[in-house]
């Protein structure tokens, strides 16, 4: 089946098979590198990307769903103040690993997308489906609640790219 996706603002174009995953489609066709397989269970949440604004798991996503939309991962994170949010959130990772990061970024901008106020104790519920297997989480949450509190709550609602 021939499908076209935007990926970060450039368009693909290929001919899929209906069982080939969006996660596959971004590594295989589009090239990109920040989009982690952390997991065969749809649990890790490392590949999570947005897809028209929405934080979706790409592993667990059908290349086909995806056809004629918009998918963001953190290397088109080119607008404040997601690019804050991405830098922030990486910085706090441990340099020789990181793996979880990107996935976190885009599940974070989701819920911002969602509800710009989002408090640390929401925030932490919203990631549960998100698995950092080096840190505790703390430095991770407060760079988000932090760079949220910074922005104008109108500023998440384009996905940020
Ligand atoms: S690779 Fe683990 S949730 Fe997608
Ligand atoms: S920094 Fe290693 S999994 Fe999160």
């Known amino acids: 089946m021939r499908i076209a996706i935007n990926v970060d603002g450039d368009n693909y174009e290929a001919d899929v098979e209906p069982r080939v995953l969006l996660v596959h489609f971004l590594s295989d066709v589009a090239r ?28 667990n996503v059908l290349a086909v769903q995806a056809d004629g ?38 599940t974070a901008l989701g819920l911002l997308h969602d509800r710009s106020d989002l408090d640390t104790a929401s925030l932490r519920a919203g990631l549960e489906g998100n698995i950092c297997r080096c840190t505790g989480y703390v430095g991770i949450v407060d760079a988000i609640v932090e760079t949220a509190g910074e922005a104008q709550p109108d500023a998440w609602g384009t996905g940020g790219s």
């Open 69 to 106: 939309r918009r998918v963001t991962t953190v290397d088109g994170l080119v607008q404040e103040p997601a690019r804050s949010l991405a830098e922030r959130v990486l910085k706090q990772l441990p340099s020789e690993c990181g793996y979880c990061g990107p996935g976190i970024v885009m």
């Open 32 to 59: 990109t590198t920040s989009t982690h397989i952390g997991c065969d269970t749809s649990n890790c949440g490392s590949c999570t990307v947005l897809v028209d604004g929405e934080a979706v798991k790409a592993c």
